[in-house]
């Protein structure tokens, strides 16, 4: 079964950079799509980048071209590497992995891990 782990949360000032990290322990990671998910303090958890398991690649309008997603099926890992960081991304950032099949789908979210971004 996938669990889903993030790491690479922290502190930062307007304008610099972090790379988080969503390591999977478990399941055949390389037939899901992952995305990034974050979730503002009130706000509602919205999508900001996923790589599906082909490797097409979508971001919200508000962080294209500041923000890449990867993933390294091997590794069993997916990253999200946030440039240019604004105090608007400040929020907890989830590791999603879903899939669907013939009769039924399946998803997975990792507990979450903190970005906050000062101005």
């Known amino acids: 079964q996938v669990q889903l782990v993030e790491s690479g949360g922290g502190s930062v000032q307007t304008g610099e950079t972090l790379t988080l990290s969503c390591a999977n322990t478990?399941?055949?990671?390389?037939?899901?799509?992952v995305a990034w998910h974050r979730q503002a303090p009130g706000m509602e958890r919205e999508r900001v980048a996923e790589?599906?398991?082909?490797?097409?690649?979508d971001y919200a309008a508000s962080v294209k071209g500041r923000f890449a997603i990867a993933r390294d099926n091997i590794k069993n890992t997916a990253t999200l590497q946030m440039r240019n960081l604004k105090p608007e991304d400040t929020g907890v950032y989830f590791c999603?992995?879903?899939?669907?099949?013939?009769?039924?789908?399946?998803?997975?979210w990792g507990k979450g891990t903190q970005v906050t971004v000062s101005a």
């Open positions: 478990g399941g055949v990671f390389e037939l899901y799509d």
């Open positions: 790589i599906s398991a082909s490797g097409s690649i």
């Open positions: 999603h992995a879903h899939r669907t099949g013939l009769t039924r789908s399946w998803e997975y």
